[in-house]
């Protein structure tokens, strides 16, 4: 039988990322995300829902968001769900929480955007932000409006 565990969320960070590091050396960021929803109800009104999602990344992966994320900033988010599970020694009652450990991240907010800035994008065992990224408008004689298709693209 075959398994499996992925996530894939975008949404905006709800709190700037809290940088931790083991007594071995290896870095722990954890932050939360939003992430929007828009649908109708039965009335055929619009409602917006809003899930909030704790993620924790570890080594360089946390280390990168914290240094080009802060709350607000659009990222995508790559990993997977894990539970933890614990006593709580006020009330002895068990406790359990869902997050997810991330894999990847693509930072999505540009730096000059007031939502915390951010880098295009993290690969895992990257030494920086780099690649992914949305290359910048084609300035040419041709005027560009949304919704048209560039005759440049060879497909």
């Not at 607000?72 to 988010?77: D, I, R, T, Y």
């Amino acid at each position: 039988m075959a398994y499996l565990n992925k996530v894939f969320l975008i949404g905006n960070l709800t709190r700037d990322p809290e940088l931790r590091v083991t007594p071995k050396g290896t870095a722990i960021c954890q932050f939360g995300i939003a992430v929007n929803r828009q649908f109708k109800d039965d009335s055929g009104a619009m409602r917006d829902e809003t899930t909030f999602v704790d993620i924790e990344a570890w080594s360089k992966q946390g280390e990168l968001v914290a240094k080009y994320l802060s709350k607000g900033s659009l990222a995508m988010v790559e990993g997977r769900l894990k539970l933890d599970q614990w006593d709580d020694k006020t009330s002895g009652q068990k406790r359990s929480k869902l997050k997810v450990v991330l894999d990847n991240v693509q930072f999505l907010s540009s730096r000059g955007s007031g939502a915390g800035g951010g880098a295009p994008a993290a690969e895992e065992g990257s030494e920086g932000p780099g690649g992914g990224s949305v290359p910048p408008p084609r300035s040419g004689n041709k005027p560009s409006a949304p919704g048209n298709i560039d005759e440049d693209v060879p497909f």
